[in-house]
Antibody, heavy 121, light 108 residues
Framework: LQLQESGPGLVKASETLSLTCTVSGGSIRSSDFYWGWIRQPPGKGLEWIGS???????NYNPSLRSRVTVSADTSMTQFSLMLSSVTAADTAVYYC??????????????WGKGTTVTVSS | DIVLTQSPGTLSLSPGERATLSCRAS???????FAWYQQKPGQAPRLLIYGASSRATGIPDRFSGSGSGTDFTLTISRLEPEDFAVYYCQQYGRSLYTFGQGTKLEIK
């Protein structure tokens, strides 16, 4: 299973950031897994943005909830992130990951390589 | 939100030595929802430990996790050159994942 992020590397301030994660070697259609987005500002730590189950159930970080939408494609091989009203603080490497919730253990065990998004003024 | 505080911020050790990394939670965390990750420069994080003490697939047995409640530990029994990296702890609680700020393990 491999994940690959794609989308614009440069977004203007106040606009909407849109990224897609393509899943190869599998499908997002599984009851055991959510599919998540995590970001990492330059030189800083990791921040979970949100996750989606193929059924449509979502979890969002409360600090970003008002600006975030995570959705799943009907093909079941892609899921997406939209982050509205971006500012320079949203500049980061954005990762997609498989959010495993199996046997009462929660963890992220498969990650994309990440894509850098810069917000320009 | 549950805040995870990792210590030390930087740990300087030599290959062959034992590394002990700490992660303290601001509230009690379910061990089932606690994990450790390793991140090398320019790479995505890699899952090391889940359920506080279970090694992920392919992780060498020199890595071990322990702890419960608010105090968790990642131990690397004998450091290899490839182990020098940044380590993050993570927990899931109240429908929210949070990460610690990271511990940088550097070569002394």
């Amino acid at each position: 299973l491999q994940l690959q992020e794609s989308g614009p590397g440069l977004v203007k301030a106040s606009e909407t950031l849109s990224l897609t994660c393509t899943v190869s070697g599998g499908s997002i259609r599984s009851s055991d897994f959510y599919w998540g987005w995590i970001r990492q500002p330059p030189g800083k730590g990791l921040e979970w943005i949100g996750s989606i189950h193929y059924s449509g159930t979502t979890n969002y970080n409360p600090s970003l909830r008002s600006r975030v939408t995570v959705s799943a494609d009907t093909s079941m091989t892609q899921f997406s992130l939209m982050l509205s009203s971006v500012t320079a603080a949203d500049t980061a490497v954005y990762y997609c990951a498989r959010d495993s919730r199996v046997r009462y253990s929660y963890y992220m065990d498969v990650w994309g390589k990440g894509t850098t998004v810069t917000v320009s003024s | 939100d549950i805040v995870l505080t990792q210590s030390p911020g930087t740990l300087s050790l030599s290959p062959g030595e034992r590394a002990t990394l700490s992660c303290r939670a601001s509230q009690s965390v379910s061990s089932s929802y606690f994990a450790w990750y390793q991140q090398k420069p320019g790479q995505a994080p890699r899952l090391l430990i889940y359920g506080a003490s279970s090694r992920a697939t392919g992780i060498p047995d020199r890595f071990s996790g322990s702890g419960s409640g608010t105090d968790f530990t990642l131990t690397i029994s004998r450091l290899e050159p490839e182990d020098f990296a940044v380590y993050y702890c993570q927990q899931y609680g109240r429908s929210l994942y949070t990460f610690g700020q990271g511990t940088k393990l550097e070569i002394k």
